[in-house]
């Protein structure tokens, strides 16, 4: 149990255009989804944080109009990457937390590899 | 501001070498010390979860212990599939998300 899946696991795009990634939770209903960034050998760092049916809370410094978190239903939230430029390349994963697994730990998907060209 | 540090970043092992890694937190109100497995280009993958000093966790030939400051990830007998990055992360203060340390990259060699 506990499958958090994400798609796509790598995408290429020019400058400027947009890219939408999923983050679907396959066996459980994900009351809490987070979406981090991780560039090479770094942690991970916390861009957001969506609960099912309210609008994101993102961190300090995560341009809120440029990195776009819908969390619509309990199995799926998209992040939306807008206007995208090279600083944006980078691996991005999402995690779930949520109901009929353990309430306290966070599940993450493979990771999605955004480059900017 | 919530901090983890990890030490070793790097350690390369010989199959059958037991070792300790190490994390060190600061965290006001500490929820949860968490310790997942990253492999390369791959999402992290959950181990542990402790929640007050002095608790323990053992799966296979991995043990987690957590003090006040600090916790260890214990290998006992590694073998070459227990090599990977090793990360440790902390629940509290006033977030929901994970702070994350930078990681310890394990090598296994047979």
């Known amino acids: 149990g506990a499958v958090v899946s994400q798609h796509p696991s790598w995408v290429i795009c020019k400058s400027g255009t947009s890219v939408k990634i999923e983050c679907r939770s396959l066996d459980f209903q994900a009351t809490t989804m987070f979406w981090y960034r991780q560039f090479p050998k770094q942690s991970l760092m916390l861009m957001a944080t969506?609960?099912?049916?309210?609008?994101?809370?993102?961190e300090q410094g995560v341009e809120k109009d440029k990195f776009l978190i819908n969390h619509a239903s309990l199995t799926l939230s998209t992040l939306t990457v807008t206007s995208a430029h090279p600083e944006d390349s980078s691996f991005y994963i999402c995690s779930a937390r949520g109901q009929g697994v353990s309430k306290n730990i966070q599940y993450f998907g493979a990771g999605t590899r955004l480059s900017v060209l | 501001e919530d901090q983890v540090t990890q030490s070793p970043e790097a350690l390369r092992l010989q199959e059958g070498e037991s070792s300790s890694l190490n994390c060190s937190y600061t965290v006001s109100g500490l929820r949860g010390l968490f310790w997942y497995r990253q492999d390369p280009g791959k999402g992290p993958e959950f181990l542990f979860t402790?929640?007050?000093a002095g608790e323990e966790k053992e799966k296979e030939r991995l043990k987690a212990t957590l003090t006040k400051k600090e916790s260890f990830l214990h290998i006992t007998a590694p073998k070459p599939e227990d090599s990977a990055t090793y990360l440790c992360?902390?629940?509290?203060?006033?977030?929901?998300?994970?702070?994350f340390g930078k990681g310890t990259h394990l090598i296994i060699q047979p």
């Open positions: 992360a902390s629940s509290g203060g006033g977030a929901d998300g994970l702070t």
């Open positions: 969506s609960n099912e049916g309210s609008k994101a809370t993102y």
């Open positions: 402790l929640y007050s």
